[in-house]
Structure formats: structure tokens, C-alpha cells
């Protein structure tokens, strides 16, 4: 599982970036199929599940699958991830023989089957999810989250935050957890464009045969900002508070798009600059105070600063 853990992290690095989104992909784990004919497995993740594709080879066991009453927690399903020997294994330098996963992106027939992460642009405090794990012989399940951004001059991923939930104690009933994201200092400026969610129901080291994990109701929550901008001058917002526009002028060449954020960190307006200006709807925001991130044509950060919406 260690192995496959280092390619996931080695395939997000060679992603491209792609449009961003706050969401995590199906967090309820209630829109499940199958891509090429796999057992099914949940919308927005990817499993081992395609492996056992008539396509690969359909020998192949079942590692991940919808858990309904009595085991789901809200709604309809859960996920179920059960820890389990491959049959056939189409790659064994990157892929184990031992292994019970389910992560967030897509699957393909041709190596690399997996195609990990999903866009994402935001700087959240912690993920939070709802679980029960029987484990065999002292297994030990994990949730891992890694944010990162290309990075086009080298050529490769510069991670921005990681975040680990190691445990071991059996639990027949579900609870909550939580993981913390650490955040790399030295990108404090640097907004991510890429984000993976993994779930293992073993550890990396010795995976145990039948260790169950059952997961639901992921969520993400809070926000960490970025280093403070060190050239306001090269921005005005005007009015402000206001109520009807806000109008957002730059100095910038560089500047493409204007992103703006609720106190929560979540994004709630983007709008483009035309000959160096930007205008708000601030008619459509609720009353408070908003941050707001210009960015290039990379996406990377240029000026950061609030402003206030009075109705």
C-alpha cells in the first residue's frame, strides 16, 4: 500500500491543472457506476474495483461497494472498503497484491489506471468524515488529504498542505473524524489547483485481508488564509462598504480574474478584468465582509484584501 500511496502522490504531480471547484466530488456517497463494466463503485472515486473490469480481468475481487441499511450512515449508501488479494495484477511495480482503497478521481483501461485528485482551489482548515472500521489482526485504517498546485518553470506539483486520520480501534458504530491540514510554509502564497481524498482500510505496511472501512458524509470546513498583500496600492475597491457594486481596479498587467470569498472561505463570485477593472454585484451578496484573491492567467496569486457589503 506504501507503494501505491507514492505513485497516487507521483501521478497528481504529473496532472495538469484544471478548472477549480470548492465541492468535494459525491460526499454522500450516493451516485454510484461503473465505467467499463467494473463492479460499481461511487461517482468522483476510484478503486481497485477496476481491476476486476471483464476488460483487465473480471477474477479480480470486489474492494469497494455500497453499503445500505442497517450499515449507511445518512442517506441511501455508504462506503464500503474492504481490504483484499488481487488475482491478477496488471501492474505489479506500482500497484499491491494486498490492498483496500477508495480516492477521489478517475479510472482508464491503460497504465496508469488511476487518475487521481480533482480541482480544487481552496485552502480549507480540516476534512471531516463519518466512519466504523472492523480491522483484522491489528490492521490500522487512514484517511490522507494533499493539496498542490503545478508548477509550470519545474516542471512538477508543489504540495501546499497534507493531512493524515491513522487509527486502529474497532468501532461497530459510526463517529466522527477529522483531519487537520498542515500547510507548507513556504507556499503561503499559493493557491492549490488540485486535491486528492484517499481512504485505506489497511495500513501501508501490512495490509490485512477482510479489514473493513466504512465511510460517509465528507466535508471540508474553515479556511486558512495566505501571506497579507504587500503592495495594496496597486488596487482599489471603491465603494466601500457598498451595496449595489463593487468596483475592483488593478495596476497590474497580469491581472486575469478576480475571486471572491465569504468569511468561511468558501468561493462564492469570480468575474474576469476588463482593461484592468473588475465589477462585484454586491447586490447579491449577503451583508458582511469578503476577501478577495486576484490572480493571473496561471492562477497564481497577485493581491489579496476585503471589502464590505452593507444592504
Given at each position: 500500500?506504501?507503494?501505491?500511496?507514492?505513485?497516487?502522490?507521483?501521478?497528481?504531480?504529473?496532472?495538469?491543472?484544471?478548472?477549480?471547484?470548492?465541492?468535494?466530488?459525491?460526499?454522500?456517497?450516493?451516485?454510484w457506476g461503473a465505467s467499463f463494466g467494473e463492479p460499481t463503485q461511487p461517482q468522483?472515486?476510484?478503486?481497485?474495483?477496476?481491476?476486476?473490469?471483464?476488460?483487465?480481468?473480471?477474477?479480480?475481487?470486489?474492494?469497494?461497494?455500497?453499503?445500505?441499511?442497517?450499515?449507511?450512515?445518512?442517506?441511501?449508501?455508504?462506503?464500503?472498503?474492504?481490504?483484499?488479494?488481487?488475482?491478477?495484477?496488471?501492474?505489479?511495480?506500482?500497484?499491491?497484491?494486498?490492498?483496500?482503497?477508495?480516492?477521489?478521481?478517475?479510472?482508464?483501461?491503460?497504465?496508469?489506471?488511476?487518475?487521481?485528485?480533482?480541482?480544487?482551489?481552496?485552502?480549507?482548515?480540516?476534512?471531516?468524515?463519518?466512519?466504523?472500521?472492523?480491522?483484522?489482526?491489528?490492521?490500522?485504517?487512514?484517511?490522507?488529504?494533499?493539496?498542490?498546485?503545478?508548477?509550470?518553470?519545474?516542471?512538477?506539483?508543489?504540495?501546499?498542505?497534507?493531512?493524515?486520520?491513522?487509527?486502529?480501534?474497532?468501532?461497530?458504530?459510526?463517529?466522527?473524524?477529522?483531519?487537520?491540514?498542515?500547510?507548507?510554509?513556504?507556499?503561503?502564497?499559493?493557491?492549490?489547483?488540485?486535491?486528492?481524498?484517499?481512504?485505506?482500510?489497511?495500513?501501508n505496511w501490512a495490509p490485512q485481508v477482510g479489514s473493513t472501512l466504512f465511510v460517509?458524509?465528507?466535508?471540508?470546513?474553515?479556511?486558512?488564509?495566505?501571506?497579507?498583500?504587500?503592495?495594496?496600492?496597486?488596487?482599489?475597491?471603491?465603494?466601500?462598504?457598498?451595496?449595489?457594486?463593487?468596483?475592483?481596479?488593478?495596476?497590474?498587467?497580469?491581472?486575469?480574474?478576480?475571486?471572491?470569498?465569504?468569511?468561511?472561505g468558501r468561493e462564492v463570485r469570480r468575474e474576469k478584468f476588463e482593461l484592468k477593472?473588475?465589477?462585484?454585484?454586491?447586490?447579491?451578496?449577503?451583508?458582511?465582509?469578503?476577501?478577495?484573491?486576484?490572480?493571473?492567467?496561471?492562477?497564481?496569486?497577485?493581491?489579496?484584501?476585503?471589502?464590505?457589503?452593507?444592504?
Open positions: 500500500m506504501k507503494k501505491q500511496l507514492l505513485s497516487v502522490i507521483a501521478a497528481v504531480a504529473l496532472a495538469g491543472g484544471v478548472s477549480a471547484q470548492w465541492f468535494i466530488p459525491n460526499p454522500g456517497f450516493e451516485s468522483g472515486w476510484i478503486s481497485p474495483n477496476i481491476l476486476a473490469s471483464p476488460l483487465i480481468s473480471a477474477q479480480n475481487p470486489t474492494v469497494v461497494s455500497q453499503a445500505g441499511a442497517p450499515d449507511n450512515y445518512q442517506g441511501t449508501y455508504s462506503c464500503k472498503i474492504t481490504t483484499a488479494s488481487l488475482v491478477s495484477n496488471p501492474d505489479p511495480a506500482n500497484i499491491p497484491n494486498t490492498s483496500g482503497y477508495c480516492l477521489t478521481g478517475g479510472v482508464q483501461l491503460v497504465n496508469p489506471y488511476f487518475r487521481p485528485g480533482y480541482a480544487f482551489a481552496m485552502r480549507p482548515q480540516s476534512l471531516s468524515y463519518f466512519a466504523k472500521y472492523t480491522p483484522v489482526n491489528g490492521d490500522t485504517a487512514f484517511c490522507a488529504v494533499v493539496l498542490t498546485k503545478w508548477n509550470a518553470a519545474n516542471l512538477n506539483r508543489d504540495t501546499i498542505a497534507v493531512g493524515y486520520d491513522i487509527y486502529t480501534n474497532a468501532s461497530t458504530t459510526y463517529s466522527q473524524h477529522t483531519v487537520t491540514l498542515m500547510y507548507n510554509t513556504n507556499n503561503n502564497n499559493l493557491q492549490p489547483d488540485t486535491c486528492l481524498i484517499w481512504f485505506s482500510a489497511s495500513s460517509d458524509d465528507v466535508s471540508f470546513s474553515g479556511y486558512v488564509g495566505m501571506d497579507e498583500n504587500t503592495a495594496p496600492s496597486k488596487v482599489s475597491v471603491y465603494p466601500n462598504p457598498s451595496g449595489d457594486f463593487t468596483h475592483i481596479d488593478v495596476t497590474d498587467n497580469n491581472a486575469q480574474e478576480v475571486l471572491i470569498y465569504d468569511m468561511s477593472k473588475a465589477e462585484i454585484p454586491s447586490w447579491m451578496l449577503a451583508t458582511g465582509v469578503y476577501n478577495y484573491t486576484v490572480v493571473d492567467a496561471n492562477n497564481e496569486i497577485l493581491h489579496r484584501g476585503k471589502f464590505a457589503v452593507a444592504h
